[in-house]
């Protein structure tokens, strides 16, 4: 997920951040432990297809990490603040990298089937493909305006 600093991308590998690149890079951390916990947990420990469980560590995560980076890690003018402008774009590009990760999910799982190591690739590669698709469509919605 990449993040915005009130309209303006913000990219981990830029030093000049220093203790938001750090911020930013536990509120990851934290969102992916979540997500791939609850979703293993979900699919593995109470019998939830893989798709579904997914599912909701995606969404577990995505809440958390959106409001740690909105009022943790970018606070607005010092201020914790939340927007409904970026909820709105988050949520979209999420749904779509949510669909990304929910259809590889499935795909592999025709592929490959259903036990224990199986499941934690066909998570893992539905992770990385929603991650890499979030990311993506991030920067564009947060794109630093040309000047």
């Given at each position: 997920?990449?993040?915005?600093?009130?309209?303006?991308?913000?990219?981990?590998?830029?030093?000049?951040?220093?203790?938001?690149?750090?911020?930013?890079?536990?509120?990851?951390?934290?969102?992916?432990?979540l997500d791939l916990g609850?979703?293993?947990?979900?699919?593995?420990?109470?019998?939830?297809?893989?798709?579904?469980?997914?599912?909701?560590?995606?969404?577990?995560?995505?809440?958390?990490?959106?409001?740690?980076?909105?009022?943790?890690?970018?606070?607005?003018?010092?201020?914790?603040?939340?927007?409904?402008?970026?909820?709105?774009a988050t949520l979209g590009?999420?749904?779509?990298?949510?669909?990304?990760?929910?259809?590889?999910?499935?795909?592999?799982?025709?592929?490959?089937?259903?036990?224990?190591?199986?499941?934690?690739?066909?998570?893992?590669?539905?992770?990385?493909?929603?991650?890499?698709?979030?990311?993506?469509?991030?920067r564009l919605i947060f794109?630093?305006?040309?000047?």
């Open positions: 997920m990449a993040a915005c600093q009130h309209g303006k991308a913000f990219r981990v590998t830029d030093m000049s951040h220093g203790k938001a690149g750090l911020k930013y890079s536990v509120t990851i951390g934290i969102g992916f432990l609850i979703a293993f947990t979900a699919s593995r420990g109470f019998g939830l297809p893989l798709e579904l469980a997914a599912a909701i560590g995606f969404i577990a995560a995505l809440c958390v990490n959106y409001i740690l980076l909105e009022l943790w890690v970018f606070p607005a003018r010092g201020q914790a603040s939340l927007s409904a402008t970026r909820l709105a590009a999420a749904a779509i990298a949510l669909g990304s990760r929910i259809f590889i999910i499935f795909v592999l799982g025709t592929i490959l089937g259903n036990s224990a190591p199986e499941d934690a690739i066909r998570l893992g590669a539905g992770f990385g493909t929603s991650f890499v698709v979030n990311y993506l469509l991030a794109k630093r305006p040309e000047t």
